[in-house]
């Protein structure tokens, strides 16, 4: 069965830094996000994408991040200057119609 | 206001009992979705009910849903020590994001 796939599955990076996140949704799919979870806490929803343009985004979503799909198959989530309150899993899901079911296994970001 | 929250927060219980898990929600939806995660891992799609079904199974699992209640419950049966893990609700009330739960945290001992 097809599964949704992220990279790196553990970045480290230093505050002020950008950092990209890379999935790779299912190849059929439609809709793609992007969700977090901060440790110990639940799943947030950051933002959605459809026919290649954000469809959503949350007040999390802020100027600091941003959303492509540069190629086709890959979707990516980049943070300009990461801040230590960025530390969180960050889950990439897809579908191919609204309703998400398939989530990647996730990024652990760690901001220093 | 608060989507998709669950109760029991934690919930231990021997093997081969069942677990009931609850989860209540305020706006209209048009799925309600349950998400096993084991501790720092990804999220496992378990099962997937629309608004329009009132209970559903999958192996050991019985969901089931009341609209009118806005709450669902996850049950499930005979358990194992491999269950224990943390479960989601997460409701879909426009299409598209899902809102996600707190979650409990299940504790089988063996």
């Known amino acids: 069965e097809p599964e949704v796939t992220q990279t790196p599955s553990h970045q480290v990076t230093q505050m002020g830094q950008e950092v990209i996140l890379r999935c790779v949704p299912i190849?059929?799919?439609?809709?793609f996000y992007w969700y977090r979870q901060i440790l110990g806490q639940k799943v947030e929803f950051l933002v959605s994408?459809?026919?290649?343009?954000?469809?959503?985004k949350s007040e999390i979503f802020d100027d600091q991040f941003s959303v492509e799909r540069p190629d086709g198959s890959n979707f990516t989530l980049k943070i300009r200057s990461t801040k230590l309150e960025d530390s969180a899993m960050y889950f990439c899901?897809?579908?191919?119609?609204?309703?998400?079911?398939?989530f990647g296994p996730g990024t652990r970001l760690t901001v220093t | 206001s608060q989507q998709g929250e669950e109760d029991p927060q934690a919930l231990s219980i021997q093997e081969g009992e069942n677990a009931t898990m609850n989860c209540s929600y305020k706006?209209?939806?048009?799925?309600l979705q349950w998400y096993r995660q084991n501790s720092g891992r990804g999220l496992v799609h378990l099962i997937l009910?629309?608004?329009?079904?009132r209970e559903k199974h999958s192996g050991r699992l019985r969901v089931t849903l009341d609209t009118s209640k806005k709450s669902s419950s996850l049950l499930i049966t005979a358990s194992r020590a491999a269950d224990t893990a943390s479960y989601f609700c997460?409701?879909?009330?426009?299409?598209?994001?899902?809102?996600f739960g707190q979650g409990t945290e299940l504790s089988v001992k063996p």
């Open positions: 899901a897809s579908d191919y119609s609204s309703a998400t079911g398939h």
């Open positions: 190849s059929n799919h439609l809709y």
């Open positions: 994408f459809y026919n290649n343009e954000i469809s959503e």
């Open positions: 706006t209209s939806i048009n799925n």
């Open positions: 009910i629309r608004s329009n079904e």
């Open positions: 997460a409701t879909d009330p426009q299409g598209g994001k899902l809102i």
